[in-house]
């Protein structure tokens, strides 16, 4: 299946062109599309409702939007109250449906300067053809390595209780009447999961290591409830791979900030993760990966 991550930058390129189609032009075809920074009511993109606009631009897809924060944008209009909210945060499409969804605020630390912003992680049970999977599109703070450590330690152990915890609901309905169930069977929280979004972390540093571990003694190792970096597994990327170019210290700093770490579980199964490099629709780049998630859970690919 083919998976794409990318930052939007809620529709800005990096030619200063707001043009929220390209960005969608750019992930259409993928089975599962993670997005970060996309907005609902902001006066920058025309009080533009991005999550539906996207439904419009991309209508083979389910989809999910999570907000990181939501603020009031209502407005009088002809003495008339209009609600509306102004909001930012990530977004999952997908060709298969959603079965369900839930966001987590990450921990936020208050800063004096500069502005800091709230983050958020959106995660999205998926049925693939392999099986079950929880597929999350992240933000990480871009601030300071601290704050992201501890977004890190809040997923990796929501992460971790997954299964224990169950689905939106578990056990069996004493209360049918009230139909809290759909006649559904209880949905899958599986351990196998998929990360996905702008980490503002670079490969090697604090915050990798703690997603990934330490370097093992021997290369490849998956721990079954860890992750691995997906190009570390994929076939080699490209020498110069990178997702985001910035202008840092009067030098073009050219760093990989987007990334897709899979369960353990999972890591046989990547067969290549490449970036767009060049593509100007957002100041970052889509990741691209490919991953057999076909072949059943248990029938050898794990």
């Given amino acids: 299946m083919?998976?794409?991550?990318?930052?939007?930058?809620?529709?800005?390129?990096?030619?200063?062109?707001?043009?929220l189609a390209r960005a969608a032009r750019i992930v259409d075809g993928a089975?599962?599309?993670?997005?970060?920074?996309?907005?609902r009511h902001w006066q920058r993109s025309n009080f533009d409702d991005q999550p539906e606009l996207l439904s419009r631009l991309l209508p083979d897809y389910y989809r999910v939007y999570g907000p990181a924060f939501d603020m009031d944008a209502s407005e009088r209009h002809e003495g008339r109250l209009?609600?509306?909210?102004?909001?930012?945060?990530?977004?999952?499409?997908?060709?298969?449906p959603i079965v369900w969804s839930r966001l987590h605020a990450l921990p936020m630390r208050r800063t004096l300067r500069p502005l800091n912003t709230r983050n958020a992680a959106l995660e999205?049970?998926?049925?693939?053809?392999?099986?079950?999977v929880r597929v999350l599109s992240l933000h990480l703070a871009h601030i300071a390595a601290e704050e992201r450590l501890e977004q890190i330690d809040?997923?990796?152990?929501?992460?971790?209780?997954?299964?224990?915890?169950?689905?939106?609901?578990?056990?069996?309905?004493?209360?049918?009447?009230?139909?809290?169930?759909?006649g559904e069977a209880e949905p899958e929280n599986p351990l196998a999961a998929i990360w996905m979004g702008d980490f503002n972390m670079e490969?090697?540093?604090?915050?990798?290591?703690?997603?990934?571990?330490?370097?093992?003694?021997?290369?490849?190792?998956?721990?079954?409830?860890?992750?691995?970096?997906a190009a570390a597994v994929a076939i080699e990327p490209a020498a110069d791979f990178h997702t985001h170019e910035k202008i840092?210290?009067?030098?073009?700093?050219?760093?990989r900030l987007d990334h897709c770490f899979v369960g353990g579980m999972l890591a046989g199964r990547v067969r290549s993760v490449v970036s767009d490099m060049g593509e100007v629709a957002s100041d970052h780049f889509p990741v691209r990966i490919d991953i057999d998630l076909e072949t059943p859970f248990g029938s050898g690919g794990r």
Wanted: charged share 25%.
């Fill in 124 to 132: 999205c049970m998926i049925r693939t053809p392999a099986g079950p």
């Fill in 31 to 39: 089975d599962i599309i993670a997005l970060q920074e996309v907005e």
């Fill in 203 to 229: 490969p090697g540093s604090a915050e990798y290591r703690r997603i990934v571990g330490s370097t093992p003694y021997h290369r490849g190792a998956a721990y079954l409830d860890g992750f691995v970096d």
């Fill in 154 to 182: 809040y997923l990796m152990a929501e992460h971790r209780r997954a299964p224990s915890d169950g689905g939106p609901w578990s056990g069996i309905d004493d209360e049918p009447m009230r139909n809290w169930t759909s």
């Fill in 2 to 19: 083919k998976l794409v991550s990318y930052n939007i930058q809620y529709g800005f390129g990096g030619d200063g062109r707001y043009d």
């Fill in 248 to 255: 840092i210290d009067g030098r073009l700093a050219k760093r």
């Fill in 82 to 96: 209009v609600n509306r909210r102004r909001q930012f945060g990530t977004m999952v499409l997908s060709k298969l």
